[in-house]
């Protein structure tokens, strides 16, 4: 039994109580959008850029999410309160609603679920082998909770002994699941710009400033993965983390790479100075 | 208040307190399956197949659904006689389970639930404006809970006034979001053969016997579409309905065509004598 606490719909309820009726279009049509946010020493890190973006996928699926920015602040602020975790992830949920019919959208459930979440600053030096996987995701700018293939495919990353997928349309590389790639070749780093979630993490590394460095958004293929000098991916939870290997093939050296390093670094600041 | 009562993992309770934990993988993550059928005079029609089906969908799924056909058979059971609905639809629905991480697969929940729901056979004479949309659904041969596109699209049918969308891949023909679709051209009809669901009342439809008609599973386009003699869709709860026009254009005579009205006739009496 959790002791935490859920918000729904205007009411702050036990975990062990937070629950939406069957009828809710999210468990029958697999309808809903999310985010997903951390707090750092009780700082809910760049949530307006996270605003944005809930509000936009809301938008692009007809969802009224019933609170204007305020008061979805401070419906945040009294989880944050009620809770007391300092450091934690924040997921914002918003689903279909009780459809009467089981296809109409109905008015949607908001739901914001808080749970401890400390980064690992240690998983850097891991590192990730990712599995690449043909998958174009279906409304890629929007932030639906349709994980279907990635979910499906756990046991073929374990099969491989892989941590994560990249899913590529064609040989086009588009992101992981749950984070975006970046690849680094000649002092240019670059991430994939067509049919991908816009994490907010990506954005941040975008502005950085980094002497003769170039960071920009450009389309690149698999092949152009396996022969950068560095690659690494970006997420709010785990900030960024460097790519050992594609399909059990080394990318650069196999640890992590030095700009790879340097981004990591100015990107932790900006979090730490939020 | 519905005075209706749902299944939940062995449970018989009120439709109204017939909820699922938001840590849920189908709210987390989209992630389920489900079947849909219907019953008529209290007996659930063609039931050994959508059980084939959904037996199919949650190995596919990595779900499992914990109890055998059997087992399953007396849940149903046990549903039907404490809600006592003489025609009704049957949705039995399987998520991932509540996940500690909201990612990786937990023990399912099993629901079913049941509606009232009466066969219109005058719908039959009012047929179907559909509108064509290119999308090729993800993991076509299973049941999935994944219905994005066609909810986000409601509001684009209302202002096309059409009455269903018809998915393509690039021109090639696939199906409706929840039916199969058929075509008749010069005495052969034809159901799309690849990356769909395959609909129990389809498979019922292309065992028909029919003097001189050829009924088939093969592929064609929205051209042959729009140039064929007869065209309708298939569905558990809508039988046959015959389709009369595809963006705004009249399909053969934009009424109920000969051969679909016969075959449409057999599949209601396999439908009564079973």
Redo the contacts between chains.
Sequence with gaps: MSNRY?Y?NGQIVS??D???????????????IFDFLKTVNGKPIFIEDYFNRFYNSAN???LDIGLDRTELYKAINSLLEKNNIANASL?I?L??GYSED????AKPNL?I?QAPFEYDKSSFNKGLNLLSHN?QR??PTVK?????????L??LLKLKQADDLLYHNNGEVRECPRANIFIVKDNEVLTPNTDILRGITRSKILNINLDDVTIKEQDFTLDDFANADEAFISSSTKNILPVFSLDGKAIGTGTPGKITTALSEKLLAMINNY
Tied chains: 1, 2.
Excluded: F, S, W
């Excluded at 089981?102 to 959208?105: A, K, R, T």
């Design positions: 859920t729904i975990e062990n937070a629950k939406l009726l069957v009828t809710d279009l999210a468990v029958q049509r697999g309808y809903g692009e699926m007809h997921k949920i689903t279909g089981g296809y109409q959208i739901v679920v998958y279906q409304l639906t909770i349709d994980y279907l293939q990635a979910i499906r756990q046991p």
